[in-house]
């Protein structure tokens, strides 16, 4: 078993920045052997992928994340980060962490014009 909690969502304006937080906790080699993955969903739409880092640093990020967003974690505290910067209204949705099978509960952010 897996918990995930996410952190660090809010309110900005555009161009503004965020940094959202997950922390894992359980089972530690799947923790430590796992991609991590940032997904948002915003109203009406699918859940979409983000950004994932694997459990060796290897990052991916989406067409509209990439060069604006960094992924990261701390294997000694088993979390993992999204620094959001230059946010657009767009981008506004609940995210959410994944590990595997396990999600996290989800936090807002918020992105006025």
């Known amino acids: 078993q897996v918990q995930l909690v996410e952190s660090g969502g809010g309110s900005v304006q555009t161009g503004g920045s965020l940094r959202l937080s997950c922390a894992a906790s359980g089972d530690i080699f799947r923790i430590r052997l796992s991609d991590m993955k940032w997904y948002r969903q915003s109203p009406g739409n699918e859940r979409e992928l983000v950004a994932r880092?694997?459990?060796?640093?290897?990052?991916y990020f989406s067409h509209s994340a990439e060069g604006r967003f960094t992924i990261s974690r701390d294997r000694a505290k088993n979390t993992m980060y999204l620094q959001m910067d230059s946010l657009k209204p767009e981008d506004t949705a609940v995210y959410y962490c994944n590990l595997d099978k396990y999600w996290g509960q989800g936090t807002q952010v918020t992105v006025s014009s």
């Open positions: 880092i694997t459990d060796t640093g290897t990052t």
